[in-house]
């Protein structure tokens, strides 16, 4: 990178949470080759059969729920970013875990919604969820079944905080997109945003996904995100005290 940033904004996707053991959506025994997109993941998939799609989310919280899944040192690496960085920084997620929560992050932008969060869709109102929910269960604003649906977005639908990110997008001077395919819009178009404004971008992924990115490394976010995290830190600490200096 050319120079020091101050304003930094990360976006994090399936990539970052695989290391924890939760499935991506493109890989070859991803999500996405289980399941047909349009059928659990699509406002239509939902009023076709509630219940299938109810099925797919509830099947996800209880594994997100299990013993064995717990953040990576991807995770707490961005939540030692966020703690110690002396610049404006910004953490967006596609991702609908709460592995960045659970890693102690703490002002996490969650685009697509939140596995453990329902809603229901006549109030709008939000609630936590652990257990699995059904069409047979009430809401507890309306007192009626049937109203309660995963608080996700789905394709075709708007993006959660669109506003806060492309303001964060427009502002900051370095871009960083780990692990994420760059597939589905709007978050696969973040980087040319922050460029248009100046920024440098980085992508940290197994592979170079092809997206024009300034910067690449590749590798596994376990091992790749806390160096560059130190490395970032490092220089920031430095920075903070040659400005003393002056
Ligand atoms: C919108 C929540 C507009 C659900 C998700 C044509 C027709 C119809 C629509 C469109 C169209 N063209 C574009 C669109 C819009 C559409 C879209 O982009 N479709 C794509 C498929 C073409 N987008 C939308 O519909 C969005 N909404 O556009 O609204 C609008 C405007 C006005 C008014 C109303 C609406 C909404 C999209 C959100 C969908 N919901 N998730 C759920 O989770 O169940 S998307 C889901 O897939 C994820 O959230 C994520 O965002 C997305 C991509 O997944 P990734 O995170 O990138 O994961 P993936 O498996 O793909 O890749 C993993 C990567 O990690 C790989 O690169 C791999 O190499 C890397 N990796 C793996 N292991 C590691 C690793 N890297 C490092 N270390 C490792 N260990």
Same mark, same amino acid.
């Given at each position: 990178?050319?120079?020091?940033?101050?304003?930094?904004?990360?976006?994090?996707?399936?990539?970052?949470?695989?290391?924890?053991?939760?499935?991506?959506?493109?890989?070859?025994? @991803?999500?996405?080759?289980?399941?047909?997109?349009?059928?659990?993941?699509?406002?239509?998939? !939902? !009023?076709?059969?509630?219940?299938?799609?109810?099925?797919?989310?509830?099947?996800?919280?209880?594994?997100?729920?299990?013993?064995?899944?717990?953040?990576?040192?991807?995770?707490?690496?961005?939540?030692?970013?966020?703690?110690?960085?002396?610049?404006?920084?910004?953490?967006?997620?596609?991702?609908?875990?709460?592995?960045?929560?659970?890693?102690?992050?703490?002002?996490?932008?969650?685009?697509? @919604?939140?596995?453990?969060?329902?809603?229901?869709?006549?109030?709008?109102?939000?609630?936590?969820?652990?257990?699995?929910?059904?069409?047979?269960?009430?809401?507890?604003?309306?007192?009626?079944?049937?109203?309660?649906?995963?608080?996700?977005?789905?394709?075709?639908?708007?993006?959660?905080?669109?506003?806060?990110?492309?303001?964060?997008?427009?502002?900051?001077?370095? !871009?960083?997109?780990?692990?994420?395919?760059?597939?589905?819009?709007?978050?696969? @178009?973040?980087?040319?945003?922050?460029?248009?404004? @100046?920024?440098?971008?980085?992508?940290?992924?197994?592979?170079?996904?092809?997206?024009?990115?300034?910067?690449?490394?590749?590798?596994?976010?376990?091992?790749?995100?806390?160096? !560059?995290?130190?490395?970032?830190?490092?220089?920031?600490?430095?920075?903070?005290?040659?400005?003393?200096?002056?």
């Amino acid at each position: 990178m050319h120079s020091m940033p101050e304003s930094v904004v990360i976006l994090t996707g399936a990539g970052i949470s695989a290391e924890s053991g939760i499935s991506t959506f493109r890989a070859a025994d @991803g999500l996405w080759e289980q399941h047909r997109i349009e059928d659990v993941a699509t406002p239509e998939g !939902f !009023f076709r059969d509630p219940r299938l799609v109810h099925h797919f989310y509830n099947t996800r919280r209880r594994l997100l729920l299990s013993d064995p899944i717990r953040p990576n040192p991807a995770h707490t690496a961005l939540a030692r970013l966020e703690q110690q960085f002396g610049g404006e920084f910004l953490l967006v997620t596609q991702n609908i875990d709460n592995l960045h929560e659970r890693a102690g992050s703490r002002n996490v932008v969650h685009m697509h @919604g939140e596995m453990l969060k329902m809603r229901c869709q006549i109030s709008e109102r939000v609630f936590d969820i652990r257990g699995d929910i059904s069409i047979e269960q009430r809401c507890r604003c309306c007192g009626e079944a049937g109203n309660l649906r995963p608080h996700v977005v789905w394709f075709g639908e708007m993006p959660l905080q669109m506003p806060r990110i492309i303001g964060a997008l427009e502002r900051c001077d370095l !871009f960083i997109a780990i692990g994420t395919s760059g597939q589905v819009y709007p978050a696969a @178009g973040f980087h040319d945003i922050a460029r248009r404004h @100046g920024a440098e971008t980085m992508e940290i992924n197994l592979e170079d996904t092809g997206s024009g990115f300034d910067y690449h490394i590749c590798g596994k976010a376990g091992d790749t995100v806390p160096r !560059f995290v130190d490395q970032l830190l490092e220089a920031d600490r430095n920075k903070a005290s040659s400005s003393r200096g002056k």
